[in-house]
Each structure stands twice: as C-alpha cells, then as structure tokens.
C-alpha cells in the first residue's frame, strides 16, 4: 500500500505521487491518469476505460461488416 498526501497546489488541491508509484503506473509529468469509480473506491490508471470501450464496439463493426470495409479499401 502507498500511502498519499493531500495538499495544495497553486490554487487547487492535489496528491503528489511518489516516484515508485509512477513507475509502477507507466506515467510521468504530463500524462494523463484517469480517475474510475469501482466498487472498492476510486482507481487512478492511464488506461480510458471509455476509449477501450469505443474501440471494443470498432472491432466488433469491422468484424461483421468485413467485406464492405474490404471493398471500401480497393
């Protein structure tokens, strides 16, 4: 467990990231984490779970509508 604090930062309020987490997490000053609401609390990742579920439903069209997709390409 990694224990956060939080505090102020300009004129809002902030948590400040220990160097291991970010490392951990795969980020760095300037990239975007998003904040998820789960059933233990909220989960702070750099993955969109919107994204993942747009590109979900693309994937599904693309598999069904093959050969339009196919004939639209030639």
Known sequence: ????????????????????????????????????????GIEFTPYNPEFATQMDTAEEIMRQDRNVLKKLAQ
């Open 1 to 40: 467990m990694t224990k956060v604090k939080v505090t102020t930062v300009g004129n809002s309020t902030g948590i400040i990231l220990p160097k291991e987490l970010l490392t951990k997490l795969r980020v760095q000053k300037g990239d975007t984490l998003f904040a998820v609401e789960t059933p233990n």
